[in-house]
């Protein structure tokens, strides 16, 4: 059951930091990808702030900041 909550979880991470990043979404598996590789960043960002989150939207919210910070970083590399 865990992984299928981590799949949702990804998805609208994913989903939602699309929609903040650059107006839309990667599709479904895209969405999935970034929001579980931004789960693991936002979970390493908030352990060197201090900050914790538990259940379900603590977790969304991690991953979507984790997210936006993987997108903002893959655009500024794009970009040079």
Known sequence: MGII??????????????NIMRGGGFGLLGNIGVGVVGAVVGGFLFSLLGLSSGG???????????AVVLLWVIA???KA
């Open 5 to 18: 909550v981590w799949l949702i979880i990804g998805g609208l991470a994913g989903w939602i930091a699309g």
């Open 76 to 78: 500024k590399v794009k």
């Open 56 to 66: 379900f939207i603590g977790s969304l919210v991690t991953a979507v900041v984790g």
